[in-house]
Structure formats: structure tokens, C-alpha cells
T-cell receptor, first 116, second 111 residues
Framework: DSGVTQTPKHLITATGQRVTLRCSPR?????VYWYQQSLDQGLQFLIQ???????AKGNILERFSAQQFPDLHSELNLSSLELGDSALYFC???????????????FGPGTRLTVT | AQSVTQLDSHVSVSEGTPVLLRCNYS??????LFWYVQHPNKGLQLLLK??????LVKGINGFEAEFKKSETSFHLTKPSAHMSDAAEYFC?????????FGQGTRLTINP
């Protein structure tokens, strides 16, 4: 158990809908990262927050957004969903920022999103 | 930009035989490298990490990896495979503010 929790575990929704994925980092970790894992794209970094502020963006679509709250939990919002958004979405947390330092990232169990 | 290439998409070995999962990296500076494992329907677990200290890195569950700058490689090995090692393995390099994952190697263990 990494200490990172994600809810829900599974989510099935229809095209055009909007969903929210939630992540609670390990106790004491200030950085939260979101990743998408799909069969065709592999594991891709989406976005990072550090202590409430956005720090880095990867291959995140404009239809997707995220935020980190004062209690450090994070939410990933996916809107206008398409079939191609079906994937496993992981949240990870680390102690600090990765740039200039090596902080291990601890991954949650993921949320499997199925868009029908 | 930082990148990693996992040379095999699938490796199959017999239980009790050695495991070798190959990874080459590309980096414009001294890299930080990781191996993560993902068991079916599970999240990713860190096996080991290299951060410019010892070039031979020991991880959990008997795995180790050797950083070879001359070959730009970071191969993962284990002397004797166990059935529980069957999983997807990812070689990962640390980029600016993010991790960059290889495409993964699926390890199958034959009884």
C-alpha cells in the first residue's frame, strides 16, 4: 500500500459527460501528479501540482483540468468525454518538487474510466 | 529531452532462471532513473532508483539494475525468477518536473 488513495476505482460514463477523479496523497507529500495510461499511448504525464499551485503540464487536453486543495487532495476533471478518453488514470505523490532533486513518486491504485 | 527505450515489449522466462529486462536512456545531463513494476489491476510500485551514487542499484524482491554511462543503459536483472514476478515493468527517467515512462516490458514466468 503506497498511502495514495484514489476514488472511485471504476467509472463508466457516456460520451459528452463530465467526471471528477479524486486523489489523496501520502501524508506529508506536497506534490501531486496525474498520469493517464492507455493501450495506444502508454503511460503519460498529465499535470503536476505542488502545495496548491500548478507546476508542470504534460500532454493534458484542454477538456481536462485539475486542482489541488488546501488539504492537499487533488481532483482531475474530465469534460466532454470521448471514447478515446477511456483509460486508467493514476495519481502519484511525492515529498517535493522533482526538478533539481529526486523525489520518489508513490502511485495510487488508479481509476479506470470507461466511456461508452 | 529525456527519454527511455525499453528494448523488449515481452520477455518470457522459466521459474528459477535469470531475468533481464533491457532499457536504454537518452539524457543531456546526468539522469535519475527508476524501474517501476505494475502487477495486473494494481498501481505502480517503485522497484529501485539510480541517482548518481553507486552504479549498481539494489531494489526490492531481489531485483537490481546497473547504470552504464558508456552504453546509456539501465538494465534490470534478477538471478532467479519467481512466479510472483509476472508483471509489467517500466523503465523511467526523471525529466523536468515529471517522470517519463518507457513503453513497458511484460514479463511472463513459465512454471
Amino acid at each position: 500500500d503506497s498511502g495514495v488513495t484514489q476514488t472511485p476505482k471504476h467509472l463508466i460514463t457516456a460520451t459528452g459527460q463530465r467526471v471528477t477523479l479524486r486523489c489523496s496523497p501520502r501524508s506529508g507529500d506536497l506534490s501531486v501528479y496525474w498520469y493517464q495510461q492507455s493501450l495506444d499511448q502508454g503511460l503519460q504525464f498529465l499535470i503536476q501540482y505542488y502545495n496548491g499551485e500548478e507546476r508542470a503540464k504534460g500532454n493534458i487536453l484542454e477538456r481536462f483540468s485539475a486542482q489541488q486543495f488546501p488539504d492537499l487532495h487533488s481532483e482531475l476533471n474530465l469534460s466532454s468525454l470521448e471514447l478515446g478518453d477511456s483509460a486508467l488514470y493514476f495519481c502519484a505523490s511525492s515529498e517535493g518538487l522533482t526538478s533539481g532533486n529526486t523525489y520518489e513518486q508513490y502511485f495510487g491504485p488508479g481509476t479506470r474510466l470507461t466511456v461508452t | 529531452a529525456q527519454s527511455v527505450t525499453q528494448l523488449d515489449s515481452h520477455v518470457s522466462v522459466s521459474e528459477g532462471t535469470p531475468v533481464l529486462l533491457r532499457c536504454n536512456y537518452s539524457s543531456s545531463y546526468s539522469p535519475s532513473l527508476f524501474w517501476y513494476v505494475q502487477h495486473p489491476n494494481k498501481g505502480l510500485q517503485l522497484l529501485l532508483k539510480y541517482t548518481s551514487a553507486a552504479t549498481l542499484v539494489k531494489g526490492i524482491n531481489g531485483f537490481e539494475a546497473e547504470f552504464k554511462k558508456s552504453e546509456t543503459s539501465f538494465h534490470l536483472t534478477k538471478p532467479s525468477a519467481h512466479m510472483s514476478d509476472a508483471a509489467e515493468y517500466f523503465c523511467v527517467i526523471q525529466g523536468a518536473q515529471k517522470l517519463v515512462f518507457g513503453q513497458g516490458t511484460r514479463l511472463t514466468i513459465n512454471p
